[in-house]
Every structure is written in structure tokens, then in C-alpha cells.
């Protein structure tokens, strides 16, 4: 059934005190509370329920606890626990009252993700770059790319024959299946040994074959055709080389793509490759993008630049990119500046704003660095092509959300002090009159 919608005026209790006169109304998560639309989440999801059945948790909380969640770096179960303890937490969510129990089962975050699907997380960043107002529509940007690691172990080749070969077993038990030579003994043996690494990944490639055609030959068709995709997937594993393109590195996450950004503490980094766009001088997120098969960077700039304009409402005039960026100088009227030398006939001045022009690009790195540490991307805990996307722009909108928040905290910590500051001058003034 239907959330109910949230009141625009509250009723006071008799039984116990409203929630917001307890806390601390100048605090940066109310202020953010206060700012944010939830209206507009309340119109755009209200159409995903349905009119029958138990009723639903308010979408207020639903979104209010995926946006804690990014914000603090914690997982679905950690964010709901958190909620009970924390009354500011309670107050953003929409909560009128203290509440002991927690607000809904953690794998309820799970449902409602998929509820709203892309759609909703890409309306979630959008709100949080129009609560900057006029300086997230600027128009010039700095793009860049990034990985976004996925929640697997470095992969090798014996650890992915190995699962593979346990699968087949699976299989086997599953159906009674009794293997002419099921491996059980050999292998563990064969994974201990520390030398003659070639021919210990031969002979577990081996095993892989000989296990998945022999349950090719022996499975009934109606069980054949339930294991098809594994049996398919342990094919494609034993037939792929060293240089092949497309690999599987993971046999639960097969999105995943092998990607090398020039590193020299991580020479490879497992997973897909993410996009973002930054307002030149204000340093507010307003384009995020996830990317499969680890694409040229030259060639997502198209996507992006359209996803800006997109979610601001202006098409940005110029995009200042790195040399990974080489290519094209203009794309549907959006100057492309990457940096080089500068030419021959340039005037001094010219070259020095040029200089300068590069120096803000250098701005996006540890804004990326934030994003990836702080706000859960450095290692994404959800599933698929669909947990890519969501992750990646649920961590911009909460670094949105957070420098928002934090410019509050900081003008209000300015303005408080500025005025402490004059009155302790009126009152020394004062005491100098009184003593002449």
C-alpha cells in the first residue's frame, strides 16, 4: 500500500515532547533536512506502490536513511542502528518523536533501491546540486575518471577454476550425480604446492573441463536446462586466454572490467569506471556517470557533458580534461581545453592564464579522493551493472549533500563569532570610558 505523505503541519503530542525542541536548531543535519525538497521524492515515488496491501514506510525515511547511509560511510545495517541512537538522524528522516525501535529491517533498503531504480538515484543528485543554487549552473566544468573497485578478491587463475570446480560439484550433489573422477582429493594438494605454478594452473584448467562436460553428457534435460548459464560460464572460463578482451574476473559480478590507471601502488583495479563532472570554482558535483567495459575517456565525454546539462539546465561552455582526454577539441558546442605546451606567438599574459585555467582542473582529484573514501565508493558493496550506477550517484549526491551542510556550519560558526567579536568590543570600549 501507499506511504503516507508527510504533513505540512505537524500536531504536537500530549504524551511526549516534540523531537525538534530537544535538539539543537542550528545543527548542519537539520539545516540540510530543512533544505531539502521531500516533496519532490514524494511525487516522484508515490506512483511505484501500490493501492493494496500492508502500508509502506514514508518515502521520506526511505530516502533519508540511503542518504545518512552514504553520508556517514555505513552499511544498511549500520545506518539503521545508528538511527535509533542518534535523535539528529531521526529529525532528518521526518521523525516527530523519539523512537526506541528501529525504523524499518535493513534489507527493506534493498527493496526500496530497486523501488526506484536508476531513476531515483539520479533524482536524488539532482536535489542535491539545486540546493546550491546559482553556483552549481556554472559553465565551465572539470571532468574526469576514476574506478569504482568492486567487493571482490584479487582475481587469479587458480581461484577462479577452483570455484568453478566447486560449482561443478555442487551441481553433481544437487542432482546425484556420482563423477567417474570428482577431483576432491587432488586438488587441495595441487593448491597447496608453492612451485611448478604453470603446470598446477594446467591441471586445474583440466579439471575444469573434464567436470563441466561430463555434466554436459549425464544431466537430465529438464536439470540441463536449470544449470545451462553455469555450465556456460565454466565453458567460457576454461576456453578464455591471457589476452583476451571481455574476461571473466568474478564469477558472480562478470561486469567486472580490468582497469589500469597508471598507479604505482596499484598497477590494476577491479571494476568500472566512473565519470564526474565538477563546477570549475564552486566544487559542487554536477554530472556523475558509470561506465562498463572500461571505454576510452575521450569517448564518455559526450554522455556526460549531456547528463550536465541535464541536471543543472545549462550546457556548459568549456570542460577542462587532462591529456587522458585527447581527441576531440569541441562536442555540440562545449570547448574541450586539455593541457600542453602553449604556442609560439602566445603573449606572456596568455600564458598566464592559461596556467592558471589548468591549475583550477587539478581541483577534481582530491574531491574524487573524498567521494571514493568517504562517502562509499572506494569499494562498492552492491550488486551489478544496477549497484554500480546507484553507488556512484548516491556518493555524489552525498558529497553535495555534506559540502551543503558543511558551508552551513561554517557561516554559522562566522557569523557567531563576528558578532562576539563586536560586542566584546563594545564592552571594552565601555570599560575604557569608565576608567578615563
Not at 573497485?149 to 570455484?163: A, C, G, H, V
Not at 539546465?313 to 581545453?337: H, L, Q, S
Not at 552525498?398 to 557561516?411: D, G, L, Q, S, V
Request: net charge positive; glycine share 6%.
Amino acid at each position: 500500500m501507499k506511504p503516507k505523505k508527510s504533513r505540512k503541519e505537524k500536531q504536537a503530542n500530549f504524551l511526549y515532547p516534540d523531537l525538534m525542541d530537544q535538539l539543537n536548531p542550528n545543527h548542519p543535519l537539520l539545516k540540510l533536512g530543512k533544505k531539502i525538497p521531500w516533496n519532490k521524492f514524494e511525487d516522484a515515488f508515490m506512483d511505484l506502490y501500490s493501492d493494496k496491501g500492508r502500508r509502506a514506510k514514508p518515502i521520506r525515511l526511505m530516502v533519508g536513511l540511503l542518504i545518512l547511509k552514504q553520508m556517514e560511510n555505513l552499511s544498511d545495517e549500520e545506518v539503521v542502528q545508528a538511527w535509533v541512537q542518534n535523535p539528529y538522524y531521526q529529525a532528518f528522516c521526518g521523525a516527530e518523536n523519539f523512537h526506541w525501535k528501529i525504523p524499518c529491517d535493513p534489507s527493506e533498503l534493498t527493496y526500496f533501491r530497486k523501488r526506484i531504480g536508476e531513476e531515483g538515484a539520479e533524482l536524488i543528485f539532482k536535489v542535491s546540486t539545486e540546493i546550491h543554487g546559482d553556483a552549481a549552473k556554472a559553465e565551465e566544468v572539470v571532468v574526469d575518471t576514476t574506478v569504482q573497485e568492486k567487493n571482490i578478491t584479487f582475481p587469479t587463475d587458480t581461484k577462479l577454476f577452483r570455484k568453478a570446480i566447486e560449482g561443478c560439484w555442487k551441481i553433481a550433489d544437487a542432482s546425484g550425480i556420482k563423477f567417474r573422477r570428482s577431483f576432491r582429493r587432488e586438488l587441495p594438494k595441487l593448491l597447496c604446492q608453492r612451485t611448478k605454478k604453470k603446470k598446477t594452473i594446467k591441471r586445474v584448467r583440466t579439471m575444469v573441463g573434464v567436470l563441466t562436460r561430463e555434466l554436459e553428457r549425464r544431466l537430465p534435460d529438464e536439470e540441463l536446462a536449470v544449470y545451462s548459464d553455469k555450465l556456460e560460464l565454466f565453458n567460457r572460463l576454461y576456453h578464455q586466454k591471457k589476452k583476451d578482451r571481455n574476461k571473466i574476473y568474478s564469477l558472480h559480478e562478470l561486469e567486472v572490467s580490468c582497469i589500469s590507471k597508471g598507479k604505482a601502488h596499484k598497477k590494476y583495479e577491479f571494476g568500472s569506471k566512473v565519470s564526474f563532472a565538477m563546477t570549475k570554482y564552486s566544487n559542487i558535483l554536477v554530472g556523475v556517470q558509470n561506465f562498463k567495459n572500461n571505454p576510452y575517456d575521450g569517448h564518455t565525454l559526450p554522455t556526460v557533458l549531456d547528463q550536465v546539462e541535464k541536471t543543472i539546465g545549462v550546457r556548459p561552455r568549456a570542460a577542462f580534461c587532462d591529456r587522458g582526454y585527447r581527441g576531440k577539441k569541441e562536442i555540440d558546442g562545449t570547448r574541450i581545453f586539455i593541457p600542453g605546451g602553449p604556442k609560439k606567438d602566445a603573449t606572456p599574459y596568455q600564458k598566464r592564464k592559461i596556467r592558471e585555467s589548468f591549475r583550477r582542473r587539478a581541483a577534481i582529484e582530491p574531491v574524487i579522493g573524498h567521494v571514493k573514501n568517504d562517502f562509499r565508493m572506494a569499494r562498492n558493496y552492491l550488486k551489478g551493472v544496477f549497484g554500480d550506477i546507484f553507488n556512484a550517484f548516491m556518493s555524489g549526491a552525498a558529497f553535495n549533500f555534506r559540502k551543503w551542510a558543511r558551508n552551513w556550519a561554517c557561516f554559522f560558526i562566522f557569523f557567531y563569532f563576528f558578532h562576539l567579536e563586536a560586542d566584546f568590543q563594545k564592552q571594552f570600549r565601555a570599560s575604557l570610558e569608565g576608567l578615563y
